[in-house]
């Protein structure tokens, strides 16, 4: 199982948007696919080290060095094809990458 964090600013609206994007595109591509969504400022190194990916609404700056890959996934939101299929790839590209089941 693929475990991926999504994060914004409230962890309501956006981040759940995205979880749901996530899930629903990468499982259709076949892969098993989990994600939780969460508040910006609640994430902490141990929560973060528990993820095999991290997608952040945008660039987030964290009180610690990331050891997962970061995709900014704001671009899903849009619902624009031509924005989301990067961040898609790019995170398709990490799972491929790093081997991750």
């Given at each position: 199982m693929i475990k991926i964090l999504a994060a914004c600013g409230?962890?309501?609206?956006?981040?759940?948007?995205?979880?749901?994007?996530?899930?629903?595109?990468?499982?259709?591509?076949?892969?098993?696919v989990t994600a939780d969504a969460?508040?910006?400022?609640?994430?902490?190194?141990?929560?973060v080290?528990?993820?095999d990916i991290f997608t952040p609404i945008a660039k987030?700056?964290?009180?610690?060095?990331l050891k997962i890959p970061m995709v900014?996934?704001?671009?899903?939101?849009?619902?624009?094809p031509a924005?989301?299929?990067?961040?898609?790839?790019?995170i398709e590209e990490i799972i491929k990458e790093h081997d991750l089941k």
């Open positions: 409230a962890g309501v609206n956006s981040s759940h948007q995205i979880k749901s994007a996530l899930e629903t595109e990468l499982s259709a591509k076949g892969y098993s969460v508040m910006v400022k609640d994430i902490t190194e141990e929560m080290n528990r993820y987030t700056d964290l009180s610690f060095d900014e996934a704001g671009p899903i939101l849009y619902r624009i924005m989301s299929k990067p961040v898609f790839d790019k």
